[in-house]
C-alpha cells in the first residue's frame, strides 16, 4: 500500500466532505503544507476483537477464527486453511497498517477495552508510535461485519446496518468534546470493502447513506479515501446520488 495523495475535484455533503485518492491512508497526505486542524482522525475499519497484527492473515469475506482475546494466533489454527489466494495479510489492509505503525503502543491502548465487539461498534484512541507521524492524532477501531446476502441474494439487511452504524459512531466521537472554535478532520476509507468481503457498490451506497443522513457539525470536516481511481469514483457518484 502506497502512493501519493490526489483529491477529486468538487466537495460532497454540503460541503464537508472531500473525495481523495491515496494507495496508503495511513500515511501523511503530502498535500497537507499548511496548519492541520488540532483533532485528526482516522476510521480504521478492525474486528470485533481488536486483533490487528495478531492474525497472521484474514479470509477475505471471513469468518475470524474463534480465540480467546490475548492468546497467540498462529497459521496451524485455521483450520487447516493454508494461506494464499483470498486471503488478506496485515500489511495489504489498513487495520494491518494501523498496527504496524501503532506497535505496541497501540496494541497497549487496544488491550485495556474489553471484547469481543458488537459490530458496528467503534473504539478511540490516541495515535500511538508511527500514527503521529501518519499525520494522525487519534484512531478510531470499528468493528466492520463480514458480507453476508439473504436467500434472494441481496445484502442483508442487518449486516449493512451495522456498516453504517461504524460511520455513524466514528463521526460522533470525532466530533466529541470539541468546543466551538474547534477543528476536526476525519479520514474514512470505504470501510467492508476489503477484507470484509463487501462488493464495492454496496460498501460505498451504504457510505454514502450513512453520512448523507448523519448529524455533521460545522467544525467537522471528512476526508473520504479510495485506495483506486475506480472507488474514488464510484464512491462519488454514490455521495452525490445520496448525499
Request: charged letters at 20%.
Given at each position: 500500500m502506497g502512493g501519493r495523495w490526489r483529491q477529486l475535484p468538487g466537495r460532497v455533503l454540503g460541503g464537508?466532505?472531500?473525495?481523495?485518492?491515496?494507495?496508503?491512508?495511513?500515511?501523511?497526505?503530502?498535500?497537507?503544507?499548511?496548519?492541520?486542524?488540532?483533532r485528526r482522525c482516522l476510521l480504521n475499519p478492525a474486528n470485533r476483537s481488536l486483533a490487528g497484527t495478531a492474525l497472521p492473515y484474514v479470509r477475505r469475506g471471513g469468518p475470524l477464527p474463534a480465540a480467546a482475546v490475548g492468546q497467540r494466533f498462529e497459521s496451524s489454527r485455521w483450520g487447516g486453511m493454508d494461506a494464499g489466494e483470498g486471503n488478506v495479510y496485515?500489511?495489504?489492509?489498513?487495520?494491518?497498517?494501523?498496527?504496524?505503525?501503532?506497535?505496541?503502543?497501540?496494541?497497549?491502548?487496544l488491550d485495556a477495552h474489553p471484547t469481543p465487539l458488537e459490530y458496528g461498534d467503534v473504539v478511540p484512541t490516541e495515535a500511538a508510535g508511527g500514527l503521529w507521524d501518519a499525520g494522525y492524532t487519534s484512531i478510531l477501531h470499528a468493528a466492520v461485519p463480514f458480507y453476508a446476502e439473504t436467500a434472494d441474494g441481496l445484502p442483508c439487511p442487518s449486516v449493512v446496518a451495522a456498516l453504517q452504524r461504524c460511520y455513524l459512531h466514528a463521526v460522533a466521537l470525532a466530533s466529541e468534546g470539541v468546543g466551538p472554535?474547534?477543528?476536526?478532520?476525519?479520514?474514512?476509507?470505504?470501510?467492508?470493502?476489503g477484507t470484509c468481503g463487501f462488493p464495492e457498490r454496496v460498501a460505498a451506497a451504504?457510505?454514502?447513506?450513512?453520512?448523507?443522513?448523519?448529524?455533521?457539525?460545522?467544525h467537522l470536516r471528512l476526508r473520504l479515501v479510495a485506495d483506486t481511481e475506480a472507488k474514488a469514483e464510484l464512491w462519488l457518484a454514490e455521495l452525490v446520488t445520496h448525499g
Amino acid at each position: 500500500m502506497g502512493g501519493r495523495w490526489r483529491q477529486l475535484p468538487g466537495r460532497v455533503l454540503g460541503g464537508r466532505g472531500e473525495v481523495w485518492i491515496s494507495g496508503n491512508i495511513v500515511s501523511r497526505c503530502d498535500a497537507d503544507t499548511g496548519a492541520l486542524p488540532q483533532r485528526r482522525c482516522l476510521l480504521n475499519p478492525a474486528n470485533r476483537s481488536l486483533a490487528g497484527t495478531a492474525l497472521p492473515y484474514v479470509r477475505r469475506g471471513g469468518p475470524l477464527p474463534a480465540a480467546a482475546v490475548g492468546q497467540r494466533f498462529e497459521s496451524s489454527r485455521w483450520g487447516g486453511m493454508d494461506a494464499g489466494e483470498g486471503n488478506v495479510y496485515p500489511v495489504q489492509s489498513v487495520d494491518g497498517q494501523v498496527h504496524l505503525k501503532g506497535g505496541n503502543a497501540l496494541r497497549a491502548r487496544l488491550d485495556a477495552h474489553p471484547t469481543p465487539l458488537e459490530y458496528g461498534d467503534v473504539v478511540p484512541t490516541e495515535a500511538a508510535g508511527g500514527l503521529w507521524d501518519a499525520g494522525y492524532t487519534s484512531i478510531l477501531h470499528a468493528a466492520v461485519p463480514f458480507y453476508a446476502e439473504t436467500a434472494d441474494g441481496l445484502p442483508c439487511p442487518s449486516v449493512v446496518a451495522a456498516l453504517q452504524r461504524c460511520y455513524l459512531h466514528a463521526v460522533a466521537l470525532a466530533s466529541e468534546g470539541v468546543g466551538p472554535d474547534g477543528d476536526v478532520m476525519l479520514s474514512i476509507p470505504l470501510i467492508g470493502a476489503g477484507t470484509c468481503g463487501f462488493p464495492e457498490r454496496v460498501a460505498a451506497a451504504a457510505a454514502a447513506r450513512a453520512l448523507s443522513g448523519a448529524a455533521l457539525q460545522d467544525h467537522l470536516r471528512l476526508r473520504l479515501v479510495a485506495d483506486t481511481e475506480a472507488k474514488a469514483e464510484l464512491w462519488l457518484a454514490e455521495l452525490v446520488t445520496h448525499g
